[in-house]
């Protein structure tokens, strides 16, 4: 069976790039946004530590909100109507990330196959696209098991997207660096503006882990929010290896990267 090099243009793989940032981020801002203006029971005391018996009380207090639901990007997926917007969003941008890890795992595959590339660099590419599982289907999951249902299955499936990425972002870099070494982006070299953005969340991971476990809630949001935001832009880092042609038709786009 022959596997195809890519299955769409670059000038509709470009978009898919966008509309899915623009659906985990979107939903994010616009969900927490509507979290922090609506009041009521979102701002009550939340204990959901019932749902954790049997574990040790340090883990208990990390289901323990004294004022109110914080400012993770998790807590737009509690009530309506920000948990419309939230589990759309997610839902449907871990079904495009899908997408997109499969198209990059084509495109990357068959670059590396032009090039000769050792063993090592093709099982980065593939582990990449296991990667995109993990993160496009925790990102799903996410939705359907928020705080108030489960949430010890919400933090295991929120775990599998800030591992998940982070493993992504590490695979994308080590798989397309070689390709990408001539790329350049907002001045930077490609390859230089990755690693920079993987430092950057790998260092949000920590620190968010870190101040969760010290019950700085409002802190490790902060950083929550800086992981999602430097892992976004890895997948915009995927822009510049496109060759998008503003004097051709679409029909005509389809020219490799």
């Known amino acids: 069976m022959n596997i195809p090099d890519r299955l769409t243009s670059d000038r509709f793989f470009h978009k898919a ?12 801002v616009v969900s927490q946004l509507l979290m922090q203006l609506g009041g009521g029971d979102r701002d009550k005391p ?4 019932k749902q954790l018996a049997g574990y040790d009380d340090d883990f208990k207090k990390m289901a323990i909100f004294p004022n109110g639901l914080p400012p993770f990007i998790s807590s737009g997926g509690l009530h309506y109507p920000e948990k419309a917007v939230f589990d759309l ?3 449907l941008g871990g079904l495009v990330f899908w997408f997109l890890g499969l198209e990059i795992f084509l495109r990357t595959r068959a670059e590396l196959a032009r090039q000769q590339a050792s063993r090592a ?3 980065f590419n593939g582990g990449q696209l296991l990667a995109t599982l993990l993160v496009g289907g925790s990102l799903v999951m996410t939705t359907r098991y928020p ?7 919400h933090l295991f499936f929120a775990t599998g997207i800030f591992y998940g990425s982070l493993a992504w972002g590490l695979l994308l870099i080590l798989a397309r660096s070689g390709l990408d070494r001539q790329l350049a982006c907002c001045g930077w070299k490609l390859n230089r503006l990755r690693w920079v953005l993987l430092g950057v969340a790998v260092a949000s991971f920590l620190l968010t882990a870190f101040l ?3 019950g700085e809630n409002n802190g490790a949001a902060l950083f929550e929010w800086l992981l999602a935001i430097s892992s976004q832009g890895l997948v915009l880092s995927l822009l510049p290896t496109l060759a998008i042609p503003t004097s051709e ?3 005509s786009s389809a020219v490799e990267a």
């Open 212 to 214: 969760v476990r010290r």
């Open 121 to 123: 660099r093709h099982l």
């Open 147 to 153: 705080f108030d249902i489960s949430f010890l299955k």
């Open 17 to 28: 790039i966008i509309v899915g940032v623009c659906l985990v981020l979107g939903a994010s």
């Open 89 to 91: 969003g997610l839902g």
């Open 46 to 49: 939340l204990d959901f530590s």
């Open 249 to 251: 038709s679409p029909e």
